[in-house]
């Protein structure tokens, strides 16, 4: 079978299907990381216990929404990549179940009549969004999956045996949720982390009294490196374990090849996470400014820039005097 599907055209519908089952199932482990995750990062935020980060994540809308279409863009991307031809054919079948899911809800609340609100609106509109946006995310993303895939990115092509970014398939029961979802959480925490120690410079900018605080600076020396080194882990983990399980590589073979994968696929991930989760703490627990010093930050902000407008006018200006006599 492997043989058979491996030699069948690039626009088989064996292939095609496959790619779209293989990218339903990606969404699926996606969605579960950010359902773990996200909740995580939001008790840190509010300083509240996971169950009610829990609901908080669930109630939002819009927050739902955004997350549902990301994961729906990104699966139809990889099963467009995957299938080679067809892109949006395999998006829209790797979210049919969304789809057939969200058009029966509509269908449903519209042959009922419903008054049901979502938020503050109705439930019919709502329905019809998440339709919608779900709709148009398969065939953007899947026709983005088939634009970017090319021969030389292929890692499949020319293996005797069927395998998917060149590890044989059925290694994927046990690389999804052990490995893969891992690897989800470590990246959704770190992208939080670095965009929190990014905008904690801003936060230091412009408040004057945090400018003499010891444990500020003290900060700025440890955490960035943190997050770095949690981004680095990840990203090299990732890689190196792809590199370990491709089909066909002789560079590692039974127990140092198990090692590897505990420690790239396993442990990479746990300690990016940890890392990650660590800075991200740490930022929300750091010493808070004195009230309204944001004020004299702002004006001390804006004097620099001021004052070398005010020289670029007044060397403009005596070019010109000068010039004149």
């Known amino acids: 079978m492997d043989n058979i599907i491996n030699t069948e055209p690039k626009t088989s519908k064996k292939r095609i299907i ?27 935020v509010q300083k509240t216990g996971i169950e009610t980060a ?34 949006i054919l395999a998006g829209l079948l790797a979210n049919s179940i969304y789809i057939l899911i969200f058009a029966g809800i509509l269908i449903f609340a519209i042959l009922e009549g419903t008054d049901e609100l979502v938020g503050n609106i109705s439930l019919q509109l709502y329905t019809f969004i998440q339709f919608l946006f779900i709709f148009l995310a398969s065939i953007f993303g899947g026709f983005l999956g088939e634009k970017i895939y090319s021969s030389d990115k ?5 293996n005797d045996k069927l395998t998917i970014f060149g590890v044989r398939w059925l290694h994927y029961f046990w690389i999804l949720p052990f490995i893969f979802y891992p690897f989800l959480t470590s990246v ?21 009294s945090l400018w003499f605080n010891i444990a500020w600076w003290i900060y700025f020396f440890i955490i ?38 505990l ?15 660590f800075g991200a703490d740490v930022t929300h627990n750091m010493p808070r400014p004195a009230s309204g010093d944001w004020k004299i930050g702002l004006i001390l902000i804006l004097i620099i820039p001021t004052i070398a407008i005010l020289i670029s006018i007044f060397s403009w200006a005596k070019e010109k005097v000068f010039h004149r006599y």
Not at 55 to 82: C, T
Not at 191 to 197: E, Q
């Open 224 to 261: 960035p490196m943190v997050v770095f080194g949690a981004a680095y882990i990840m990203f090299g983990g990732f890689i190196r374990f792809y590199e370990t399980m491709q089909y066909k590589q002789s560079g590692s073979r039974g127990w140092k090849k198990f090692g590897q994968v």
């Open 18 to 44: 496959g790619a779209a089952f293989f990218g339903f199932i990606l969404g699926g482990y996606i969605d579960s990381a950010f359902r773990f995750t996200i909740p995580n990062i939001l008790a840190m």
């Open 154 to 158: 292929d890692l499949d092509l020319g």
């Open 188 to 208: 959704i925490i770190i992208i939080y982390a670095g965009i929190l120690t990014f905008l904690a410079d801003f936060y230091f900018a412009i408040h004057p």
């Open 54 to 87: 829990q609901l908080n994540y669930e109630s939002s809308i819009i927050f739902s929404l955004v997350v549902r279409i990301a994961i729906v863009f990104f699966a139809a991307a990889i099963a467009g990549f995957i299938a080679r031809r067809k892109g």
């Open 263 to 277: 420690l790239y696929g396993i442990g990479a991930p746990m300690l990016s996470y940890t890392l990650a989760a």
